[in-house]
C-alpha cells in the first residue's frame, strides 16, 4: 500500500466527521462546545487583562512624565545670615542656563513650590502652588495641551492655573478670583502674620490624573516669588530629558552643571516602588490567567477521551482497513487541535474588540450599574485604559496554541495505540 502524506485530506475529512458528534453521541457533541468556549474565554480574558495593564501603566507613565519633572535639582540647606536654615537657590537662572546645556536635556527652570489654603465663596482646599515662568509653563505637554482645559494660558501671566479637580471642588470657574491664604507670610516687628493674595483664574487644565487636577495650581514664577518670599531665590531647578527610560545616566552630567551643593531626585525615585508593584503585579497576573487556558486546554482532553472510547469500532475498522498509528493520531490529533484554533481565534477576536472599544463598553457597564464603578481618588486616573500590544497577542496566541496542541496528543496517542483486535472483539 502506497504511504501518503501526513495529513492527507482524508484524515481532515474523518476528523471533521468526528467534531460533528451525532445526535446518539450528543455527550460528544457537549464537551467540544465546552472545551471551545473555555478556550475561548480563556484566551479572551488574558488578551484583555494583558491590554488593560499595558494601558494602565502607560496611562500612569504618561502622565508622569506630562505632568512633571524628569529630574528635579535641590540645594544642600546651609545656614543664613540669622541662623535660619535655608534650601533655597540664589542663582537658579544661572543654574538652569548650566543645566539646560547639558546634552540630552530639553528643559531646566527654576521653580517655587509652597503649600496654601484656597478659598472662593465660603469653600476651601488645600493647594500645592508651583510658581513658573510662563513660557516654561508652555513646554508641559499635560498642563499646556491638555485634552480638555478651559480658557486661555495666553493670559496666565495676569492670574492663576488650577486644575479641573480644584476648581470642581471650590466652584470657580475662569474668571473668578481666587484667594490663596499662606501662613509663611509678611514679617513685621510683631512676628510673621498670614499672607493673602487674590489672583484671577485664567486657565482651568485636566492633567489626567485626579490629585494632579485636584491640588494643583500654577503661578507665575515673580508673583510666586512674592507671594512666598522668595525675591530673586527658587526653590528647585525642574529638569526635562530627552529619553526618560535613560534618565540615570544623565543625572552625574546634570549634577556636576548645577555644582557641588546640588542633589538630584528622579520621577523613576518617586514612583519606581509603584512601577516595581506593577511589574510583579504583571507578571502575576500572566502566570494566573496562563493557569486558565491550561485548564480550558484540559476540558480538550475530557472531550477527547469520549470521543476515543465512543468510536472504538470506527478505530479498529479504519486499522483493519489499512490506516497507520500514525494516521490514527493526526486524526485525534486534528479533533483537538481544532478545538483549540478555532477557540483561540474567537478568544483574540473578542480580545481585541474590548481592547478596542473598551471606553464604551466600559460606559454601558458604568450606566448598567448606577455608576461610581471607577474612582479616581483611588486608581488616580480617571478611565480603565486599555493598549493592544501585538506582543501580548503573540503570546497569548502562542501559549494557547501550545497548551491545546501538547495536551491534545495523550488521547490522541493512546487511540492510535489501540488494538483493532481488541476494539472489535464484542462487535
Not at 150 to 173: H, K, N, T, W, Y
Not at 217 to 242: C, H, K, M, S
Not at 313 to 325: A, V
Request: proline share 6%; hydrophobic share 50%; glycine share 8%.
Amino acid at each position: 500500500m502506497a504511504r501518503t502524506t501526513p495529513f492527507a485530506p482524508y484524515e481532515w475529512m474523518i476528523a471533521w466527521r468526528y467534531l460533528r458528534a451525532k445526535r446518539a453521541e450528543g455527550g460528544v457533541s457537549v464537551m467540544t462546545w465546552i472545551s471551545l468556549v473555555g478556550v475561548t474565554l480563556a484566551v479572551f480574558a488574558l488578551i484583555a487583562t494583558l491590554a488593560v495593564r499595558s494601558g494602565f501603566r502607560e496611562e500612569f507613565v504618561d502622565t508622569i512624565l506630562g505632568a512633571n519633572a524628569h529630574v528635579t535639582v535641590y540645594v544642600t540647606p546651609e545656614l543664613g545670615p540669622q541662623g535660619q536654615e535655608t534650601r533655597t537657590i540664589p542663582d537658579a537662572p544661572d543654574m538652569a542656563q548650566r543645566i539646560a546645556q547639558v546634552p540630552g536635556v530639553t528643559r531646566a527652570a527654576p521653580l517655587v513650590r509652597g503649600q496654601v489654603m484656597a478659598t472662593f465663596q465660603g469653600r476651601n482646599a488645600g493647594v500645592e502652588i508651583f510658581g513658573i515662568a510662563p513660557e516654561d509653563l508652555q513646554d508641559i505637554p499635560r498642563i499646556a495641551a491638555p485634552e480638555v482645559f478651559d480658557g486661555d494660558l495666553a493670559r496666565f501671566p495676569q492670574g492663576i492655573a488650577i486644575g479641573s479637580g480644584l476648581a470642581r471642588e471650590l466652584g470657580v470657574a475662569v474668571g473668578d478670583r481666587l484667594r490663596l491664604i499662606s501662613p509663611d507670610g509678611a514679617r513685621t516687628p510683631l512676628g510673621v502674620s498670614p499672607r493673602v493674595s487674590a489672583y484671577e483664574v485664567t486657565y482651568i487644565f485636566t492633567a489626567g490624573r485626579w490629585d494632579i487636577d485636584r491640588t494643583r495650581a500654577y503661578l507665575p514664577l515673580p508673583a510666586a516669588q512674592t507671594f512666598f518670599n522668595r525675591e530673586g531665590v527658587a526653590d528647585e531647578i525642574e529638569v526635562l530629558v530627552a529619553d526618560p527610560d535613560t534618565v540615570e545616566a544623565q543625572v552625574p552630567a546634570i549634577l556636576e552643571a548645577a555644582g557641588p551643593r546640588a542633589y538630584a531626585w528622579t520621577w523613576k525615585d518617586s514612583s519606581g516602588a509603584f512601577l516595581s508593584a506593577l511589574t510583579v503585579e504583571d507578571n502575576v497576573m500572566f502566570v494566573i490567567l496562563s493557569v486558565l487556558v491550561l485548564i480550558a486546554s484540559m476540558n480538550i482532553i475530557s472531550g477527547l477521551i469520549m470521543l476515543v472510547k465512543n468510536k472504538g469500532r470506527d478505530i479498529g475498522i479504519l486499522r483493519t482497513m489499512g490506516l497507520t498509528e500514525g494516521a490514527i493520531l493526526r486524526v485525534f490529533f486534528l479533533c483537538g487541535a481544532s478545538i483549540g484554533t478555532i477557540g483561540t481565534i474567537l478568544g483574540v477576536l473578542l480580545g481585541c474588540a474590548f481592547a478596542i472599544w473598551i471606553d464604551p463598553i466600559f460606559a454601558a457597564v458604568n450606566y448598567l450599574s448606577g455608576g461610581g464603578v471607577w474612582d479616581p481618588q483611588i486608581r488616580g486616573i480617571y478611565r480603565l485604559p486599555a493598549k493592544l500590544e501585538w506582543a501580548d497577542v503573540l503570546s497569548a496566541v502562542t501559549l494557547s496554541l501550545v497548551l491545546s496542541w501538547v495536551v491534545t496528543l495523550f488521547p490522541a496517542r493512546r487511540a492510535a495505540r489501540m488494538n483493532p483486535v481488541e476494539a472489535l472483539r464484542y462487535e
